[in-house]
């Protein structure tokens, strides 16, 4: 992260669909279950999902692209495909974790999916204990379901079999539903174990990595995405970040790993690592996922689970039907 940081790992076939396009995706309120209660707003200000939320017991960061110190960000967590990491989450709650949905390109099926919390390399030792005690199978996979393999719309929630246990090392980020208060900061960060530059891969012992950044307003960003030769949409559901001169980004391997800003002393998502035109180029941000802007639907999710297809829809389907099944009968 010395200068980038992020993006996935994808399949071949797809990446290049999406180079066609030029695109380089990047890739307590609890009841006894884990599950978010609602509601209790935030005190005055914003709606949140979890409280407490967003302590970090490291203080200090190193500015423009180190390592991190274990404890620095507790949410962060490593999403791994077969044991191997792809890419990077967020804890929400005991159960749930937050994500891009483009991770799950490979495959939608949980069962090869796990999650590890509370480590700092991307690789811990196989005969650690600690590493062994937080990982958790994920149980259930839910994507956003207006996400068509591009973006908008590139988050996913996913539900872990058993419940995540806090540490101080391991504790979730808060959520919350307007996040107009860290436009244009220039003090947020972002962190992954993702390509440190285009095409060089973060090397052993696979350090988390840490950057901080400055979120960009969208439409700057839309103007800056819009050059004669070089045509990008930014939307309502999306933030920029980055440096006007570059050198500090997501890069691939980071996708879904988070985008945070502190207000006194809490730490909040803004973003999920979504998507950017190589890493770390002047005048080419970073794409995030606006979590706020998904706050309904993050709340919904984590409330009742997969939300379900309208009945009235059904309903109306089978109308046409009836005369017929009525004569057969």
């Known amino acids: 992260m010395g200068a980038p940081l992020l993006w996935l790992l994808l399949s071949p076939a797809w990446l290049g669909g999406l180079h066609e396009l030029g ?3 990047r890739t307590q309120g609890e009841s006894q279950d884990g599950e978010v209660m609602f509601p209790t707003p935030s005190p005055g200000k914003w709606d949140m999902l979890t409280t407490p939320c967003g302590q970090t017991k490291i203080p200090t960061r190193i500015v423009g692209g180190q390592d991190a110190e274990l ?5 962060q967590g490593s999403l791994r495909l077969w044991g191997t990491h792809i890419c990077g989450v967020s804890l929400l709650n005991r159960r749930w974790v937050l994500t891009a949905a483009h991770c799950f390109q490979e495959s939608t099926d ?6 590890q919390f509370g480590e700092l390399s991307a690789v811990p030792p196989i005969w650690s204990l600690q590493a062994y005690q937080n990982r958790y199978q994920v149980e259930r ?3 956003n379901p207006r996400f068509l393999w591009t973006s908008p719309y590139d988050i996913a929630l996913l539900k872990v079999s058993s419940l ?8 979730p980020i808060c959520v919350v539903n307007a996040t107009e208060a860290f436009h244009n ?3 947020c960060w972002v962190t992954g174990w993702g390509d440190i530059q285009e095409n060089i891969e973060l090397a052993a012992p696979y350090n988390l990595q840490e950057v901080q950044i400055s979120i960009i307003n969208n439409t700057m960003c839309n103007h800056l995405f819009k050059e004669p030769d070089f045509r990008y ?3 309502g559901d999306m933030v920029c970040a980055g440096e006007a001169e570059g050198g500090k980004d997501a890069c691939l391997g980071d996708s879904g790993g988070p985008l945070v800003c502190e207000e006194n002393s809490v730490w909040y998502q803004v973003g999920v690592v979504s998507w950017g035109v190589g890493c770390g180029r002047p005048n080419r941000p970073g794409v995030y996922t606006n979590v706020s802007e998904h706050f309904p639907w993050i709340k919904r999710v984590m409330a009742h689970g997969i939300p379900r297809t309208d009945p009235s829809s059904l309903l109306l389907l089978a109308l046409p039907w009836v005369p017929v099944l009525l004569c057969l009968a």
């Open 23 to 25: 695109w380089d995706v």
């Open 71 to 75: 404890g620095s960000w507790p949410w």
């Open 110 to 115: 949980p069962f090869p999916y796990s999650i």
């Open 141 to 143: 996979i839910v994507m």
């Open 164 to 171: 995540v246990t806090y540490t101080k090392y391991i504790q």
């Open 185 to 187: 900061r220039t003090d």
């Open 233 to 235: 949409n930014i939307f």
